[in-house]
């Protein structure tokens, strides 16, 4: 039917009913508004913001700027967590008499969700920024923004709205591809929408990048969510010109533009919180079963890894396992501690700071032993892309209903993570 009308029209369909709808409500405003309509403070606004020219450096600008004031604003906050957790290991490991009791407590439960909890400050600050943007109407203007590279490239201007939400979480980002009516540009914007860098991976960035890039951090940290994007639009690109099943122009965005508003802060904390709330019930729930493994697996057999003065967990389970796939990661510069975090990272991608909190890595410097800035900034590109964790993989197969794209966004993302992770390291190596 749409093609008949495509013919019918000479041109999407969609776009000549918009346009003969704009044309009724022209010769309708005449006839009850008299006068000039003077520009107003949001046209005088969106000539800026909505320029051709100008509306993506904005963009860019208020991106920087956003993730500029959660690293630096959350910075001290979670210095105050951190050490509070490190004075109740200390507390636990004293004066619990039990010696596996008091391992479990003080490296398994402090250690692990500790290292995890940190993040909090940012990972809600970044929902504060991002709630503050939608509430005062630009992240709509944005999308339509976004939609002209966009759509030159393949993706259809509703992916953006799925893409944004992924930044909270790939999750409701892959559901909200609903809304997009042609199959073929659901089922494209589902497969690169896992590029999109999520709040689970915030905390990767922000304790490698805090550890190993210095200064450099927070310009480390933006840069991962430009990658992701960047990625997800030149993916959908390739997939548009490679597989036959997307080939053909994406269908069309229209978009009505909401009114600026001035937000309220009850409106930002309720939607800050909503947001977050994820992260810390993942915390209570996955993160904290996976704490518990992985402490388990890294603390036993218990003569083997405490026989020495130290515990040793090379001589652990989750040393022999970390051993055995450490070869895959090893040419990435990984050693068996990082290629274990990336492991259970599969689970949820907070696992992997969670891990390294587990292995005795929570501090910036046993992480400068393990990564230099090369191999730190390869390992966050790597977590950004490499395999979705186990509840994307299940949203993906339900919402695409085949396990050909589900094999296929896991299989694709892990070989692209390991190619731009060994360009980086290669890159780095030759410039010293």
């Known amino acids: ?59 860019l600008a208020l991106w920087w700027l956003l993730f500029r004031f959660t690293f630096d604003v959350s910075a001290p906050l979670s210095d105050l967590i951190d050490i509070a957790f490190s004075k109740l290991s200390e507390i636990s490991s004293t004066y619990i008499p039990n010696e596996q009791l008091a391992s479990f407590v003080a490296e398994g439960l402090l250690g692990g969700l500790g290292a995890v909890l940190v993040f909090i400050p940012p990972i809600f600050l970044l929902f504060f920024g991002l ?36 930044f909270g979480c790939n999750i409701p980002g892959i559901m909200a591809t609903r809304t997009i009516d042609k199959e073929e540009d659901r089922i494209l914007t589902i497969l690169v929408n896992p590029l999109i860098s999520c709040s689970a991976r915030l905390p990767v960035y922000v304790f490698i990048g805090g550890a190993v890039l210095g200064g450099y951090a927070a310009a480390g940290v933006y840069s991962m969510y430009l990658l992701g994007i ?19 122009k994406p269908s069309v965005f229209i978009l009505e533009l909401p009114m600026y508003a001035m937000p309220t ?27 518990v493994v992985i402490w388990f697996l890294s603390a036993y057999p218990w003569e083997s890894v405490h026989a020495g003065s130290e ?37 949820a ?42 509840a994307t993989i299940g949203i993906i197969y339900r919402e695409t209903n085949s396990w050909k794209w589900t094999i296929f966004t896991v299989v694709y993302e892990f070989i692209l993570a390991y190619l731009l992770a060994s360009l980086i390291v290669v890159i780095g190596g030759s410039l010293g």
């Open 265 to 291: 802060l009850r409106s930002i904390l309720t939607h800050m919180w909503e947001r977050g709330v994820i992260f810390l019930k993942k915390a209570g729930t996955i993160i904290l079963l996976a704490t």
């Open 1 to 59: 039917m749409s093609g008949r009308l495509k013919k019918l029209l000479g041109e999407e369909a969609e776009v000549k009913l918009a346009e003969k709808r704009y044309e009724v409500i022209s010769e309708i405003l005449p006839r009850v508004l008299k006068g000039e309509k003077p520009l107003t403070r949001s046209d005088l606004i969106d000539k800026a913001l909505l320029n051709k020219y100008l509306g993506i450096p904005i963009f």
């Open 349 to 390: 991608k907070e696992v992997v700071v969670d891990t390294f909190g587990v292995l005795g890595l929570g501090g910036a410097e046993e992480l400068r032993q393990v990564f230099t800035p090369v191999t730190g900034l390869a390992f966050m590109v790597f977590t950004l892309i490499y395999i979705p964790c186990l």
């Open 131 to 166: 709630s503050i943007l939608e509430d005062s109407g630009y992240l709509a203007r944005a999308a339509f923004v976004v939609d002209r590279a966009m759509y030159k490239l393949g993706l259809h201007g509703k992916s953006f709205i799925p893409m944004l939400l992924g």
């Open 311 to 347: 515990p040793c967990i090379e001589a652990s389970y989750i040393g022999a396992f970390g051993h055995i796939i450490e070869p895959i990661f090893r040419p990435l510069g990984f050693d068996w501690r990082a290629a274990i975090a990336l492991f259970f990272g599969f689970v």
């Open 230 to 248: 960047g990625l997800a639009v030149l993916m959908a690109l390739l997939f548009r010109k490679a597989i036959p099943y997307f080939r053909g």
